[in-house]
């Protein structure tokens, strides 16, 4: 295998060299625990606040104490549905979510309803947009959440956050978004945007795995899901802080967010080239997602009659990396939740692939994925039992 | 995750596409579990299966399945071809990862599928020899 071109971006990133450069020193040099009161706990305690103050900025946050630190997007998404679940079950015990939240919200809310809270899970429309109507519908006297992501991981769609969150505080109802995808891909100012809880990754930007945050407003009433430490995080997230994780997350961040205009050109540049020579080259397929509110990074094509796990492995033998649906559901046998919430048939459903692009995926990545692509749907074709034209 | 054997039958199946002059075709599965899978056989008039080619629209697993299954029933007889179990088909690959077995099993019922679909034809041809036979009723 010569070549290898990695477009499955939206599963994870390379950690870049400059937060590498970051981290570095905080594995030898400063490696006391940021709870410890003499110099080396100090200084590892100064690299936490400078990354804490770098996220605050990044996403405007009015205060960096907003900032807790978290082992990553699944136990933010995990602390801010079952936190403000467990810390307001006394105003209401009903939430609402959308049929298209990662499983990191979906099998928190699953464990809710465990405990006696009612979910509900919202449809999506055809392009994966939550329609604002359905979410009025479904507000309740007794609901006290509202989290729909910002940027869906599996077809890029970007919600009306902004407007969901009105919505929400209109009825007093407190809002959190997903906005694991996000960061970097859109403008994120929690203050503009009026969103009380927001988990956020490290790994999708070039930062290490291991290590996210939730952004939680002040005064947000929401219940430790860790018991353990008393002090970290100031109560909240117990666990001694991972350091050098942590310096590498807010460098990553900072970049992220300072270069995602030009980012974005780069990828809608990109995607634009891949959709015209898939045009050119492919027939029978479908792109999955939304035609404009849609986050640049992501592609997500069917290719009807033939199924998407078959297309990943040969792609992978000519050294294209990529992933059916999102690289968590990778070992499901049942089509994406996504695709079927957006009302895709099964069969199409199964044929889906998604290609992530980073800032280095090139034009000539792109021709050599296409070719290889036609080679690959051609071989698959031709053994399927379902003719690709009739779909 | 997958062993040397299911790629190789994978990237190269031996018995994939249509088989010219098949007397015994059957399809099993469903695109919501993402495996279908469409056996043709040419049964001779001893009963012994001559040749196996198949069909599928699934993951590595499904493809690699059914063309092992295919070599398996190849010049056995009716009965034996029925013998053969999805364990028959995961020993010739090696080993299958815990949630692909159901390939294996829908392998298994495809030459089911198959053989049932011969026995159907057999009783239809029978019937419509019956019939010929049938005089017409004299005024």
Redesign the interface.
């Known amino acids: 295998m010569e070549r290898r071109i990695y477009l499955d971006n939206a599963s994870t990133t390379f950690v870049s060299s400059e937060v590498l450069e970051e981290m570095m020193p905080c594995f030898n040099v400063i490696y006391g625990n940021a709870g410890s009161l003499h110099s080396y706990g100090r200084e590892a305690m100064a690299v936490v606040d400078k990354a804490r103050d770098r996220i605050k900025t990044a996403i405007n946050a009015s205060k960096a104490n907003e900032i807790y630190f978290t082992s990553g997007g699944t136990e933010s998404d995990d602390w801010a549905i079952l936190g403000v679940a467990h810390a307001n079950a006394d105003k209401g015990k009903h939430i609402i979510t959308s049929q298209i939240e990662h499983h990191a919200v979906l099998n928190a809310c699953h464990q809710l309803e465990k405990e006696g809270f009612e979910i509900t899970y919202l449809p999506v429309n055809k392009h994966g947009l939550v329609d604002l109507a359905e979410l009025l519908h479904a507000i309740r006297k007794d609901t006290i959440l509202i989290s729909i992501m910002a940027v869906n991981n599996e077809v890029g769609t970007i919600q009306n956050v902004k407007a969901i969150a009105k919505i929400a505080h209109g009825y007093d109802i407190l809002f959190h978004t997903d906005a694991v995808q996000a960061v970097g891909v859109m403008s994120i100012d929690v203050q503009d945007m009026d969103i009380d809880l927001l988990s956020m990754s490290s790994h999708k930007l070039h930062g290490p795995k291991g290590v996210g945050a939730l952004y939680v407003r002040n005064g947000v009433k929401i219940d430790p899901i860790l018991f353990g430490g008393i002090n970290q995080e100031r109560g909240k997230r117990a666990g001694t802080e991972n350091v050098p994780a942590i310096a590498g997350f807010g460098k990553a961040v900072e970049i992220a967010v300072k270069n995602h205009i030009i980012n974005n050109k780069k990828f809608k540049t990109i995607r634009e080239y891949f959709l015209e020579k898939l045009e050119e080259k492919v027939d029978h397929y479908q792109v999955n997602g939304h035609p404009h509110q849609k986050a640049n990074s992501i592609l997500n094509v069917s290719f009807y009659?033939?199924?998407g796990?078959?297309v990943l492995?040969?792609l992978d033998?000519a050294g294209i990396c990529v992933s059916t649906s999102s690289a968590c559901t990778s070992?499901?046998?049942?089509?994406s939740h996504v695709l079927q919430a957006m009302g895709v048939?099964?069969?199409v459903a199964?044929g889906a692939v998604r290609f992530s692009f980073g800032t280095n995926t090139s034009k000539s990545d792109v021709d050599y994925v296409i070719d290889e692509l036609v080679k690959v749907i051609a071989k698959l074709r031709?053994?399927?039992?379902?003719q690709a034209g009739r779909v | 995750m997958?062993s040397k054997k299911v790629?190789e039958r994978?990237?190269n199946?031996r018995n994939?596409?249509t088989l010219q002059g098949a007397n015994a075709v059957g399809?099993v599965g469903?695109?919501?579990?993402?495996?279908?899978?469409?056996m043709y056989l040419k049964i001779n008039d001893n009963g012994i299966v001559e040749d196996a080619k198949?069909?599928?629209?699934?993951?590595?697993a499904?493809?690699a399945s059914t063309d092992i299954a295919c070599d398996l029933i190849k010049g056995k007889t009716i009965e034996d071809a029925l013998k053969i179990s999805n364990k028959d088909v995961v020993d010739m690959l090696g080993e299958l990862?815990p949630?692909k077995i159901?390939c294996s099993v829908l392998a298994e019922e495809s030459i089911r599928a198959a053989i049932e679909d011969y026995y159907k034809r057999l009783e239809k041809a029978s019937k419509d020899a019956l019939k010929k036979t049938r005089k017409k009723p004299t005024k």
Do not use: V
């Open positions: 009659g033939i199924e796990e078959s492995m040969l033998l070992k499901s046998l049942l089509p048939a099964d069969d199964q031709a053994i399927s039992p379902i | 997958y790629m994978f990237q199946p994939a596409g399809q469903n695109a919501t579990c993402g495996d279908i899978m469409k198949f069909r599928t629209f699934g993951c590595c499904a493809i990862p949630h159901h």
